[in-house]
């Protein structure tokens, strides 16, 4: 057994043996690297690791540009030709024409136009409106919340088809009446989102210290609910264009919505309801009703994306 020399402190000896401190980032399973990103970085990150989501947002971004460049693709979606009535897809019409000679291939692009501005227009204000309700319902509380969420329960009871019928009927079939009746019937989704964001935060410390210090209401929903609210709102309106798409459609194809000779997908399919037509004539109502289910599930993925992208338990 070995003498400890004189004078050497005994701790010193005893002290075991380190190995080489891990450099920052290369921790243990990466997590120096994860815990130093920022949440939007943690949130994209999980997004590009969705791959319907990211397939979905290259298909509606080229549905989008598509569109957007209808009129230098294909210039004359109301041209009638009446030598070229129903006539089956060709060389010189892509996708055939329909009953009144008009270029099917060019009515499929500009009517994306169309529905994709229902879509994300109405989309937009009803998350403009439920915010505010929401927002409002959530920090006043009490009387405030009881009428603005019993509001919200009668609006969601009214179907909005027959909200569109009504306003068609009194002011008649539109852009503007479809994005009216959209918004003002699809605001409840985001209100109740929002107002479940309010009430987790008014209790919070600096909520009441912004309050102690004379903050009014509207600057706290400015500067603190309208954020915090921000994400889950943008998975509510990703997800409420998807809605008002399919609810143009319907309107359109009853006849309630977008007016010829403008085309919008809706409308396109109305001039295929025969039922001869369908079984015959499969190029007059294919191109527009694929045009809507993939227009459709591609938001649908992205709202699911982004989605599992804020959820604050989701994988980095």
């Given at each position: 057994m070995t003498a400890t020399p004189a004078g050497a402190p005994a701790e010193k000896l005893r002290r075991p043996r380190e190995g080489k401190a891990a450099p920052p980032g290369k921790g243990r399973g990466g997590e120096g690297r994860a815990g130093s990103a920022s949440p939007r970085a943690r949130a994209v990150r999980r997004f590009r690791r969705n791959r319907l989501a990211v397939a979905g947002s290259a298909v509606l971004g080229a549905v989008v540009l598509a569109s957007l460049l209808a009129p230098l693709i294909a210039a004359h979606p109301n041209a009638v030709d009446l030598d070229a009535v129903r006539e089956a897809p060709s060389g010189a019409h892509w996708f055939g024409t329909d009953t009144s000679g008009r270029d099917v291939f060019a009515r499929t692009l500009h009517a994306g136009r169309v529905s994709l501005l229902v879509g994300l227009a109405a989309a937009l204000g009803a998350v403009v409106v439920g915010t505010l309700f929401g927002s409002v319902s959530g920090l006043f509380g009490g009387v405030a919340d009881n009428v603005i969420m019993r509001i919200a329960d009668?609006?969601?009871?009214?179907?909005?088809?027959?909200?569109?019928?009504?306003?068609?009927?009194?002011?008649?079939p539109s852009v503007t009446v479809l994005i009216v009746a959209i918004g003002l019937t699809q605001w409840p989704v985001a209100g109740r989102v929002v107002r479940g964001v309010t009430l987790s935060l008014r209790d919070r410390e600096y909520i009441q210290a912004a309050e102690a210090s004379g903050a009014n209401a509207?600057?706290?929903?400015r500067k603190h609910i309208v954020p915090a609210a921000l994400a889950p709102v943008t998975v509510t309106g990703t997800l409420a264009v998807a809605q008002a798409i399919m609810l143009e459609t319907t309107a359109s194809f009853l006849g309630l919505g977008v007016r010829p000779p403008q085309a919008s997908w809706g409308n396109m399919l109305n001039d295929a309801q025969n039922l001869t037509l369908i079984q015959t004539m499969p190029w007059l109502w294919i191109p527009p009703g694929v045009a809507i289910a993939v227009t459709v599930l591609a938001v649908n993925f992205v709202g699911d994306g982004l989605r599992d992208a804020v959820t604050p338990g989701g994988r980095t």
């Open positions: 009668i609006v969601m009871s009214f179907p909005t088809v027959v909200v569109i019928l009504v306003l068609a009927g009194i002011v008649g509207w600057w706290l929903i």
